[in-house]
């Protein structure tokens, strides 16, 4: 080669390693500015969905909480990090992905961003002292209470909204800069004319509609005079802040993991706990539709709704499920699933067909078409929905289920009792795959990237590679 020919080389070359180094420092460093200097530039991958990129922005991938995004088969799993990433309290919410970062939030209201390669950490932001569980009136959540919500993700303007529960007794929705951490909203978001020590906002935060929807329940104990709210606040500085109250004199709470789910037309779905009533039909142990101004639209509730009431047998233990075809599934305590039809949900008594599926259900649901995964107390349970009956595929028992996910053909669960990830055969619930975790919080769910599945176990937050 000339030495003309080998100049040109080396500048091509150094040019290339420049513009690399750069692209990675810009993508990789905290951004001083706000995440997106024009509206509607993505800052992160496109959704794992349309079977590419890195987003998981919501509970359960989306808005309709499908959990099982666009995957081929799962030939391998392994540990990913060389060793789980410690933080400084436990993790309830299920930890987010946004193009390179894991999102995890913690009860000590910290919020870190995780190298999704190599658990490294890229920022993290404490944003307020938790509040004591000792201060509350009951409660199965310490030392401290902070964010037990699963975040919400708005990838267009790059901004993470998390409600954190403050010292003294305060909860507030901050918008945080997913690249650097910083504040760039804050806003009180405690339902009108309560004690927020009477409330605990455990379900997932949804974005649609303009807003960002803050679910609320009570505390463990069904302590205090609490109530079910869903709280609205408009994603812009502009517009002011709704909430919908269940209509029971106490209780009603909205607090499954799922949160709320979303339809395409952006109606909202919620489900209930015990309402005080066991005379009047009160909203209690019911599925309701809300529309995105939070006016009831619909509702369900079974026949049996007074006795569900007076046992604190919630139906509300699970979010509803929205399923591709316009019906709705729901499970609660009583572990007998509801299928409902998402135009007309029928009132009392009005389900297209009910079926007894196990003996509880807690969490949320993953759904592959009409496939649906539902956690329980003994075990995992495979159901399909038919066009008027619930079909059981397969059941993996014997062990206190969290929330599922699915990666293709692997269906991954965390058993609570043992702290184990577990990789299910899709197709059959045979397991393929166990990995010991350090601990496991109730309901806790995995999340799907690109670089594998993460879980957070206690205060720690373990990777798997896939292949």
């Known amino acids: 080669m000339t030495s003309r020919k080998m100049a040109v080389v080396a500048v091509v070359v150094v040019a290339v390693l420049v513009v690399t180094g750069v692209l990675a420092f810009l993508y990789l460093r905290p951004a001083a500015s706000s995440p997106s200097s024009s509206p509607g530039v ?75 390669s190599s658990g490294a950490v890229l920022w993290s932001h404490h944003l307020g002292t938790p509040v004591a569980a000792s201060s509350l009136p009951c409660g199965d959540i310490g030392p401290s209470t902070g964010i037990t919500g699963t975040p919400v993700l708005d990838t267009t303007t790059g901004t993470l909204y998390v409600v954190a529960f403050e010292s003294p007794a305060t909860h507030v929705l901050y918008g945080l800069n997913v690249r650097n951490g910083t504040v760039v909203r804050q806003v009180t978001v405690d339902p009108p004319g309560v004690s927020p020590t009477a409330e605990q906002q455990r379900g997932a935060l949804a974005l649609a509609n303009g807003r960002v929807y803050v679910p609320y329940g009570g505390l463990y104990g069904d302590c205090a005079q609490y109530h079910g709210y869903v709280v609205g606040v408009p994603t812009s500085s502009s517009g002011s802040v709704i909430s919908y109250q269940v209509p029971t004199s106490r209780e009603g709470g909205i607090w499954a993991p799922g949160g709320i789910s979303v339809a395409a037309n952006g109606s909202l779905f919620v489900s209930t706990g015990n309402g005080a009533s066991t005379t009047a039909f009160d909203y209690g142990n ?30 509300g233990s699970v979010a509803p499920t929205l399923l591709p075809n316009g019906d709705v599934f729901q499970i609660g305590k009583a572990g007998v699933g509801y299928l409902l039809s998402a135009t007309h949900l029928g009132g009392i008594g009005g389900e297209i067909t009910n079926a007894s599926i196990c003996g509880g259900g807690y969490g949320g649901t993953a759904h592959v078409g009409l496939s649906i995964l539902v956690p329980c107390q003994d075990g995992l349970y495979d159901v399909v929905a038919g066009a008027s009956n619930l079909t059981a595929a397969w059941s993996a028992t014997g062990f206190d289920a969290g929330s599922p996910i699915v990666t293709g053909n692997i269906v991954w669960v965390v058993d609570i009792g043992s702290a184990t990830l577990r990789g299910l055969n899709l197709t059959d619930g045979t397991q393929v795959y166990s990995f010991a975790l350090g601990g496991a919080e109730h309901f806790i769910s995995p999340t799907a990237g690109p670089d594998g599945v993460v879980v957070a176990g206690g205060n720690e937050v373990y990777s798997f590679a896939l292949s």
């Open 286 to 315: 019911s599925v309701i539709e809300l529309s995105p101004s939070l006016q009831v639209q619909d509702y369900f509730a079974p026949t049996n709704w007074e006795p569900l009431n007076a046992g604190d047998t919630d139906l």
């Open 42 to 116: 993505a800052v992160c991958g496109s959704p794992l969905s349309a079977g590419s990129g890195a987003d998981w922005p919501t509970y359960h991938m989306d808005n309709t909480r499908t959990g099982a995004p666009t995957w081929g088969t799962v030939t391998g799993a392994k540990a990913g990090w060389a060793a789980p990433v410690s933080l400084d309290g436990p993790v309830y919410a299920e930890p987010l992905e946004c193009g390179n970062a894991v999102l995890v939030a913690t009860e000590e209201n910290t919020v870190y961003a995780l190298n999704a």
